[in-house]
């Protein structure tokens, strides 16, 4: 069996495509997730701020 070796430019081109690779699924996947968590998180960010605003937080003055 003979080995093959890959040259440096042609390594560093397939791992650059690679690279790419990788980010555009993973920026696929966030905007799928940030999607799918966006309307939760708005619901639980309105019911904190209604909560919140019942009970009003007062800071005292220092003398």
Request: hydrophobic residues 40%; charged residues 35%; proline residues 6%.
């Amino acid at each position: 069996m003979s080995e093959h070796h890959v040259s440096p430019r042609r390594a560093a081109q397939s791992a650059r495509a690679e690279e790419k690779s990788l980010r555009d699924r993973w920026e696929v996947r966030q905007a799928a997730v940030r999607e799918r968590l966006d309307a939760p998180i708005n619901a639980a960010t309105k019911f904190t701020r209604k909560t919140l605003a019942l009970f009003p937080v007062r800071v005292k003055s220092s003398p």
